[in-house]
């Protein structure tokens, strides 16, 4: 059995965090675009930008580690979803794992952590965004009551992806 560690991200991990990213993406998502498209939207994924959104404001980041180093991460923070306005909002921004992370209870556990620490912010609704595809990762959100809250646009380069709205009463 796999130990996995976890830990707040700090920027030293962004490095890491970024390949992650780009590794899951491009795994899960990178055959639905032209690679003009993907080129475009991972060249927004910058060692500034990744800094800049960590550093911001009420913006939070969880690592999940096994032996091999980062295996997943979980980002929090204030609501940038095109969503009606509510009381006390924040936005579940990305939850990604690597394949070996998969099965293991990471994305539970990022989950269980980004719930208890939006309610520790007193926040009451979280939001997300899940591609209309992904049926697996709309399956755990469903199973930790995240209701469909209608479409979103998302966009990779010039393309534009339908991805559902999803919020979790808090």
Known sequence: MTVIHYRD????????IDALFRESF?????????????????AKFTPEAWGEE??????????AEDTQGPIGYCKIGPVTLPVAPGPDPIELR???LRERGKGSGAAQALMDWALDTA????????WL????DNHRAKRF???YGFVDRGRYAFMVGDHADEDRLMSLDL
């Open 141 to 143: 959100y469903e199973r």
């Open 9 to 16: 991200a700090t920027p030293a991990d962004l490095p890491e």
């Open 94 to 96: 990305q939850l990604y």
């Open 129 to 132: 965004s899940v591609y209309i």
């Open 54 to 63: 960590l550093a911001a404001p009420g913006v939070a980041l969880r690592l």
């Open 119 to 126: 309610r520790a912010r007193g926040a009451a609704t979280l």
């Open 26 to 42: 491009v795994a899960t998502f990178g055959h639905l675009y032209s690679p003009e498209n993907l080129a475009t939207f991972l």
